[in-house]
């Protein structure tokens, strides 16, 4: 369900992932959809939602998903397009990277995150 906030030009959506619901806003920037929120934390630039995309929540103060991440992505042969953070929630910040390739496995970087989903849109 998507809820129109007052501005009018952006959305509120209730999304289930892996069974967990979460709240988003976005909007459309020319044709491309962007992310501007999730669970009240904001993006101070809005996150474009195309492609591969690899989106996880983490302590703001521990570095090690990021540096994580950039490992499994020279195993894996992709690249990091792009990276947005959200504004810290109850500790806590989301991330979104835009990818060149999915990953075939986030086992490595599942301990050091509370939350990892991977997408292509």
Same mark, same amino acid.
């Given at each position: 369900d998507v809820a129109p906030e007052p501005d009018s030009s952006t959305g509120l959506v209730q999304v289930s992932l892996q069974g967990t619901p979460h709240q988003v806003t976005g909007t459309v920037q020319g044709s491309t959809p962007v992310l501007r929120q999730i669970n009240g934390a904001t993006f101070k630039q809005p996150a474009p939602l195309s492609g /591969?995309? $690899?989106i996880y929540r983490a302590k703001a103060s521990d570095p090690s998903a990021l540096a %994580? $991440? %950039?490992?499994l992505l020279s195993k894996g042969g992709a690249q990091l397009l792009f990276y947005h953070s959200s504004s810290t929630v109850a500790g806590e910040q989301w991330s979104i990277v835009g $990818?060149?390739? /999915?990953l075939s496995s986030l086992s490595? $970087?599942?301990p050091h995150v509370t939350e990892v989903f991977q997408l292509h849109l």
């Amino acid at each position: 369900d998507v809820a129109p906030e007052p501005d009018s030009s952006t959305g509120l959506v209730q999304v289930s992932l892996q069974g967990t619901p979460h709240q988003v806003t976005g909007t459309v920037q020319g044709s491309t959809p962007v992310l501007r929120q999730i669970n009240g934390a904001t993006f101070k630039q809005p996150a474009p939602l195309s492609g /591969p995309l $690899l989106i996880y929540r983490a302590k703001a103060s521990d570095p090690s998903a990021l540096a %994580t $991440l %950039t490992g499994l992505l020279s195993k894996g042969g992709a690249q990091l397009l792009f990276y947005h953070s959200s504004s810290t929630v109850a500790g806590e910040q989301w991330s979104i990277v835009g $990818l060149s390739a /999915p990953l075939s496995s986030l086992s490595e $970087l599942k301990p050091h995150v509370t939350e990892v989903f991977q997408l292509h849109l």
